[in-house]
């Protein structure tokens, strides 16, 4: 069922979001060579607790982290650990949410550990660039594969993957709600995007296959043949005005 948010309720959303977004934006600045995934995770917990918030990914189906943290071959669901030291060169994924006010906020983004290679600065700016023209993509009135399409001919025409097996999703009081926002699709195919739908946009790209395989932890996800992925997230509003997004600092 997909909810329609008052005005009211966007205001509420708008809270849960900007402290979604400063925490994204604190654990970003954390991320350096010789950090552990652990220690990212727990800048990120400390930041939301203090904001009078709860970090809503955890205990969610069981997450044992606030965020997601994902390094270089791993899509998305990595598990924050103390084992796990970033090192110069690396990309690193950190997906993390807040909730307060009964309502969620969800953001992602890919950071650089130190100097990254050429090949993977393109994948991050075109990860981040087909987040905002998704969001482009993401008017009244329009369909939700508009979304999806505008994602993929973004990264594919750049010789990119697209992930298939996951994808954004409405966000309201529960973290996840209808509708299902995949990254791939066909323009004017899908549910109708109506002002008032809150949604997480939230391309998975892949520099190789866009092909995926589970870990036996049960969560992380890698790229099936071992390339680099990103991630880049921002929850949004639609509204008679245009897309609106909600996640920023
Ligand atoms: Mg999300």
């Given at each position: 069922m997909i909810?329609?948010k008052?005005s009211?309720?966007?205001?509420l959303?708008r809270e849960a979001?900007?402290i979604?977004?400063?925490?994204l934006e604190?654990?970003g ?8 995934t652990?220690e990212?995770?727990?800048i990120a917990?400390d930041f ?5 918030a709860e970090?809503n990914f955890?205990g ?8 997601c943290i994902s ?7 990595g598990i924050?650990s ?7 060169g690396?990309?690193v994924s950190i ?6 006010h009964g309502?969620?906020?969800d953001n992602?983004?890919t950071?650089?550990?130190g100097t990254?290679s050429?090949?993977a600065q393109?994948?991050l ?5 087909s987040l905002y023209e998704?969001?482009k ?10 979304i ?10 750049r ?9 954004g999703?409405g ?6 709600e209808d ?6 699709g066909?323009?004017?195919r899908?549910?109708r ?12 790209i892949t520099?190789g296959?866009y092909?995926?395989k ?7 996800v890698?790229?099936a043949?071992?390339?680099?992925a990103?991630?880049?997230e921002?929850?949004?509003?639609i509204?008679?005005?245009?897309p ?6």
């Amino acid at each position: 069922m997909i909810v329609l948010k008052t005005s009211r309720e966007l205001e509420l959303m708008r809270e849960a979001c900007k402290i979604s977004a400063q925490a994204l934006e604190v654990a970003g600045q954390a991320v350096k060579p010789g950090i552990s995934t652990w220690e990212i995770d727990k800048i990120a917990y400390d930041f939301i607790k203090k904001q009078g918030a709860e970090p809503n990914f955890l205990g969610l189906y069981g997450f044992p982290g606030t965020a997601c943290i994902s390094i270089n071959d791993e899509v998305i669901h990595g598990i924050p650990s103390k084992n796990r030291i970033l090192k110069e060169g690396d990309i690193v994924s950190i997906d993390l949410g807040a909730k307060i006010h009964g309502f969620n906020g969800d953001n992602a983004a890919t950071f650089a550990v130190g100097t990254i290679s050429a090949e993977a600065q393109r994948l991050l700016d075109t990860t981040r660039e087909s987040l905002y023209e998704g969001i482009k993509a993401a008017v009244a009135g329009g369909r939700v594969g508009d979304i999806g399409h505008a994602v993929q001919e973004y990264c594919e025409s750049r010789g990119f993957g697209v992930v298939r097996e996951y994808e954004g999703h409405g966000v309201g009081a529960k973290l996840h709600e209808d509708p299902g926002v995949p990254n791939f699709g066909t323009a004017g195919r899908g549910i109708r995007l109506l002002p008032g739908m809150t949604i997480a946009i939230e391309p998975m790209i892949t520099e190789g296959t866009y092909k995926i395989k589970q870990l036996p932890d049960g969560w992380t996800v890698k790229t099936a043949d071992g390339k680099l992925a990103a991630h880049f997230e921002h929850t949004i509003a639609i509204t008679d005005n245009g897309p609106v997004i909600l996640t920023q600092v």
